[in-house]
């Protein structure tokens, strides 16, 4: 808890320097070291393992997935191509019970993790919306895994179509992720 409370204000900091323009670039379609990145400074990622991808890999059949965890209790998945460059990444709440929420704190986090992988400006807001969505979806159909429409989508100039999306748990982890291919 110590350590969520000093961390706050500088995550604080990183959202709002985000919001407003100043952000780091994205880690989406770059070589980067995840914990050298201001998030993961302030979060406190150490690395867990790393995953080489087979053909049997879902998603990318080459490159690796580096899993960290952070201090703050959140798995970090990041999907990385060979040559380094980060396709996508997953923050997820480990063993997160059918019905779980996320805190505001959590919520801030998520927030952040969004903005710095993919360069756009994601609001606490707007991922508590996601997951109210996700969980009234659920509720309707038990087997649903968050709302149908994604959190946010886009496509590169080259038009490569990326997603950032949302999950509650029951179906699978209860977090925020984005990348490309994000069904």
């Not at 204000?9 to 914990?35: D, K, M, N």
């Not at 703050?72 to 998945?77: A, Q």
């Not at 919306?129 to 969980?135: D, E, F, M, Q, R």
């Not at 179509?161 to 990348?179: E, H, I, K, N, S």
Request: net charge positive.
């Amino acid at each position: 808890m110590k350590v969520l409370r000093a961390a706050l204000p500088a995550l604080l900091l990183l959202t709002s320097a985000q919001a407003g323009g100043a952000a780091q670039p994205a880690w989406i379609g770059r070589a980067v070291e995840i914990p050298a990145t201001p998030l993961c400074r302030t979060l406190g990622c150490t690395i867990q393992t790393v995953r080489v991808n087979t053909p049997d890999t879902m998603g990318w059949h080459d490159g690796q997935q580096r899993t960290y965890r952070t201090a703050t209790g959140w798995r970090l998945e990041v999907d990385v191509r060979p040559g380094g460059q980060v396709s996508g990444a997953r923050l997820l709440r480990p063993g997160a019970p059918r019905g779980t929420r996320l805190t505001d704190a959590q919520t801030r986090e998520a927030a952040a993790f969004l903005s710095a992988l993919t360069g756009r400006a994601f609001r606490p807001q707007a991922v508590r919306a996601c997951l109210t969505a996700g969980l009234a979806a659920q509720a309707r159909d038990f087997d649903a895994y968050g709302p149908a429409d994604p959190l946010s989508d886009w496509s590169t100039p080259g038009g490569w179509a990326f997603r950032a999306r949302c999950g509650v748990a029951g179906a699978g982890p209860l977090g925020v992720w984005a990348g490309w291919m994000q069904g």
